[in-house]
């Protein structure tokens, strides 16, 4: 599919649900970096079989008074200026919830939580941070599960990466906002059995090669990114280098369906360049 930028759809078009994806980064041997995957289950009726990056949409839980308050002393009006959500205090909102959502989605996919101490308790152990990881994918409160460890979101550790956008015309659709840290050091990641048959840690440029070869199943947003971390030497070159690049609004089209991507992320001058497509 191209990527294009947004305009206005149709009036019964579905409208795309805010939601945040995390590319989980940790250094290769000197030889680049791997990123967290995770092979979604045959049978889901969305992207099924797709290697994709944890994420999903922004629950009410996620912009919950208790779940924001401890971030309330943390400024990310720089990153919500980047992600053009400044304007007002609903938008400074849905800045704050979508970086709650990604971390709870990889506390929830990977097993991994982003979050740094809140107090004096002493840090969880793996038993403890499991039980809770089951009570959220059941449906506990994360702001509430956070509470009881004595931890708060670690977002300050996000930085926004890109913006894609499901094609208009989708039965469902999803603004995405794309993410990408470091993976905690001193934690061991698993997959959600529910929602994945398997997950783990790749090279992206193997996978870009099994995707070409027709043995992994890539949506178009995953083949980009991983084409992007490609060109990077190590964990510390892609935050630093696409954690302060401009970022496009990409909405993708079903006119540009099978036509080649970009072997990087496109920045807004590149798409306009373009005439708006990719």
């Known amino acids: 599919m191209n990527g294009v930028t947004e305009s206005a759809p149709p009036a019964d078009a579905v409208v795309a649900r ?130 009881a460890l004595g931890r708060r979101a670690h977002v300050e550790a996000l930085r926004y990466v890109a913006h894609c956008i499901t094609p208009v015309g989708s039965p469902r659709r999803f603004d995405t906002r794309f993410f990408a840290t470091r993976a905690p050091a001193d934690q061991v990641d698993a997959f959600h059995a529910a929602e994945a048959q398997l997950g783990g840690w790749f090279a992206p440029a193997e996978v870009l090669a099994g995707h070409g070869h027709g043995d992994v199943f890539l949506m178009p947003p995953t083949q980009i990114m991983l084409a992007e971390l490609s060109h990077h030497r190590d964990v510390d070159s892609v935050l630093a280098t696409l954690g302060a690049r401009p970022v496009a609004d990409i909405l993708f089209s079903w006119e540009g369906l099978g036509m080649p991507l970009p072997d990087h992320l496109p920045g807004p001058d590149e798409l306009a360049s373009l005439g708006g497509q990719l």
């Open 18 to 147: 805010p939601a945040a994806t995390v590319v989980l980064l940790r250094d290769r041997d000197g030889t680049g970096v791997e990123v967290h995957l995770q092979q979604r289950r045959a049978e889901m009726d969305f992207g099924g079989s797709a290697y994709v990056f944890p994420g999903g949409s922004v629950d009410a839980g996620d912009a919950a008074d208790e779940t924001l308050a401890p971030l309330a002393d943390i400024d990310l009006g720089a990153t919500a200026a980047r992600m053009h959500l400044d304007g007002d205090a609903a938008a400074l909102r849905l800045c704050a919830a979508l970086h709650v959502c990604a971390v709870r989605e990889v506390f929830e996919e990977a097993g991994l939580l982003l979050a740094v101490g809140a107090g004096a308790t002493a840090d969880p152990d793996a038993g403890t941070l499991e039980a809770a990881r089951l009570r959220v994918q059941r449906g506990a409160s994360f702001g509430a599960e956070l509470v």
